[in-house]
């Protein structure tokens, strides 16, 4: 059976963005600003619903990058400067731990709370940056060891986790594009498989870990996959050749797999032909396959994210035709 | 009047400057169809004016225009290039935003887009050499959206084809000095993407009669290096400060021997590096014993646009007084 998700954030829309300015000049009143939010979440929300996801990100829509709301949320942690995130013409602000973190407000509970009831009866997908991208792509000033510093973030997550599960989440995504880059160790590695451990172990959801930007080294992959984790998504269609190479190399193991097939980061309508076979040839040796976005939609404009999440419901609804195999919408469940 | 560049360690500058005088405002003239192409590089000489003026006072021996007509690097190209559709809005950091440009249709060159500046910019230099400085192919086809091609080979070709036209301009008028900037180059390190971008200037440099010189910055610069050691130009122009020297190992490892712009001092901090600072970050480079002192070409790490006019400039003279003393060290 197949399902699809867009895999994480949404770019703000022209009046998001001008209502933003505003806010960061004082020129919005507070209402009004988190009320734009909420109505520019539930936009998206709504799309998502209506090209046929099995779950729905809220679009992620306040979210500078995938650190900062956490960074801002836990003691302990601050921003430093801007840094390039990975080859994009876009920068993120590096967050300092300076001891311990510590969350003082949940970044995700009251969101799943307040947009459960509209994405029913889609589930609401939970993204977190994961811990070794946290880890490696901050700035340690804790005088912590990096490991240790490593199992405080795993467990400041894990209390994440757990009140979103709490509030009714329906899976938790865990966001490590760090395990792209080609020069993680192996000793990385093997600390990122106790890490996720922490977190997957503190809650009952299904977790998926998400790589994006690239596709892990082998040597780290072999490793990956034998996480904690019931899913593995991968970015497939940015380097369709050495994702499946990857792929038909080393598997997914027991886990089930999440493919990255409509490119999150070009404008451009993607290969319906292309996609199929590499779906197709992923399905023949799984029972369930999820099919997603490359990774968020930050650096598209908003109506070309739009367009891609349609694009992804009609893709799978053929590739469910193509393939034979069901798709799994739970708006068809609903009687 | 002719300017005689020193023969060890020249100076240089990277290409951006600060924008001076109403340069700002006559982009937003330009672009609200206020004026007129012409009127606008007419207008924007008095920008031009000032930049070479500062150069000129920090002791710089091969100056620039200063970009003082470019907003941004590709859409400057991409308002002036046929094919190109209006750009949509994508984030670059926080709540701040580019337009970036679309291809939709075939490109092609519509008229002569940078030797106007570079031409004006040389007249008042004082027998300076002045560079001819173009985004390259690579970063223009990595940082606009493409509805057309879908082929980035083609896509690729065709802007070194639009390129070469505009550089064989650039040659024609006097240039001698050919920079081709690459900065996406290094965020996407991989031996296929430099591979890819060496056809291309395969065609663009092919035959050129000046010093071919490629710019690239930051991301991972070790990673890439292998591969376009071979790539035909004169010089390799590098960040170094903002990356602490990383890279200095790793030109020893791959065997480095071309000419080299040697960026030392960051252009995303105020503090500004002292002439001791940068003297120690040339004999770094010097005890490696790779290429000798007329190979070095001393300049900062990449554009000063972003920088306060005051310290750009300060930067710039503490690299040319650096610059003086190594000359009597190595002379």
């Not at chain 1, 920068?91 to 510590?102: A, K, S, T």
């Not at chain 1, 940015?238 to 190399?249: G, H, K, W």
């Amino acid at each position: 059976m197949l399902w699809g998700s867009v895999l994480g954030g949404y770019p703000r829309s022209g009046y998001v963005r001008h209502e933003m300015r505003d806010a960061e000049r004082g020129d919005s009143a507070f209402l009004f600003h988190e009320a734009a939010i909420a109505l520019a979440s539930a936009s998206v929300i709504g799309t998502q619903v209506a090209s046929g996801m099995r779950y729905a990100t809220d679009g992620m829509i306040d979210f500078h990058d995938i650190f900062r709301p956490f960074a801002r949320s836990w003691r302990n942690v601050s921003i430093d400067g801007l840094i390039r995130y990975f080859d994009n013409n876009f920068f993120y602000r590096i967050p300092v731990f300076n001891g311990e973190p510590d969350p003082a407000r949940f970044v995700w509970a009251s969101r799943v709370k307040a947009f459960k009831s509209i994405s029913s009866p889609i589930g609401m997908k939970v993204v977190i940056p994961g811990p070794l991208s946290f880890l490696l792509m901050g700035k340690n000033e804790s005088g912590l060891k990096e490991r240790e510093l490593g199992y405080s973030i795993a467990k400041a997550i894990s209390l994440e986790a757990k009140a979103a599960e709490k509030a009714g989440a329906a899976v938790m995504q865990i966001d490590e594009p760090i395990l792209s880059d080609q020069e993680i160790n192996d000793d990385l590695g093997d600390l990122e498989v106790e890490l996720l451990s922490i977190i997957s172990s503190s809650i009952r959801l299904p977790t998926i870990l998400s790589i994006y930007f690239d596709v892990p080294r082998k040597e780290i992959y072999e490793k990956i996959i034998n996480a904690k984790v019931d899913y593995i998504s991968l970015d497939v269609a940015d380097s369709p050749r050495r994702a499946m190479e990857l792929i038909n190399a080393k598997g997914f193991g027991d886990k089930r797999p999440v493919l990255g097939l409509i490119d999150a980061r070009r404008i451009h309508d993607d290969n319906y032909d292309k996609i199929k076979d590499m779906a197709r040839s992923v399905a023949k040796n799984h029972e369930e396959v999820g099919i997603t976005t490359t990774t968020w939609f930050d650096t598209i404009p908003y109506s070309f994210a739009i367009r891609k999440t349609q694009l992804l419901g009609i893709y799978l609804e053929r590739l469910g035709n193509d393939l034979k195999l069901e798709v799994i919408n739970p708006i068809t469940e609903v009687r | 009047m002719t300017y005689e560049v020193p023969r060890l360690f020249p100076t240089t500058v990277v290409g951006s400057y600060p924008k001076l005088g109403n340069a700002t405002e006559l982009i937003k003239k330009r672009e609200r169809g206020e004026i007129g192409e012409e009127e606008f590089h007419t207008k924007v000489r008095a920008s031009i004016d000032e930049v070479v003026k500062d150069y000129i006072d920090a002791g710089i021996d091969i100056l620039s225009d200063g970009e003082q007509s470019r907003e941004d690097m590709v859409v400057y190209f991409a308002q002036r290039l046929k094919g190109y559709g209006k750009g949509d809005w994508v984030r670059i950091f926080d709540n701040v935003y580019f337009r970036k440009p679309i291809i939709k249709e075939r490109l092609e060159r519509a008229g002569e887009m940078i030797v106007t500046d570079w031409k004006y910019a040389e007249s008042v230099a004082g027998g300076r050499q002045v560079k001819l400085i173009i985004t390259g192919p690579y970063t223009m086809l990595e940082w606009s959206f493409d509805l057309f091609y879908k082929d980035r080979e083609e896509l690729i070709m065709d802007f070194a084809k639009i390129i070469r036209e505009e550089v064989l301009e650039g040659i024609k008028a006097g240039a001698r000095y050919v920079q081709v900037d690459e900065p996406a180059l290094s965020t996407r390190p991989w031996k296929e993407e430099a591979y890819l971008l060496k056809e291309a200037l395969k065609y663009i440099f092919n035959g050129i009669d000046a010093k071919k010189i490629i710019h690239i910055c930051y991301g991972r610069l070790e990673r890439i290096l292998p591969y376009i050691l071979d790539y035909p130009v004169d010089q390799f122009d590098l960040e170094f400060k903002n990356s602490n020297f990383r890279l200095l190992p790793y030109l020893k490892e791959y065997g480095f021997s071309k000419e080299l712009g040697y960026g030392v001092v960051d252009v995303h901090t105020l503090q500004v590096e002292t002439v001791d600072e940068i003297v120690e970050a040339v004999e770094r480079l010097m005890k490696l014993d790779l290429i000798g002192p007329e190979k070095v070409y001393l300049d900062p790490d990449c554009g000063l646009k972003r920088l306060p006019r005051d310290v750009a400039k300060e930067k710039l003279s503490n690299i040319s007084k650096a610059a003086t003393s190594l000359r009597k060290r190595y002379g």
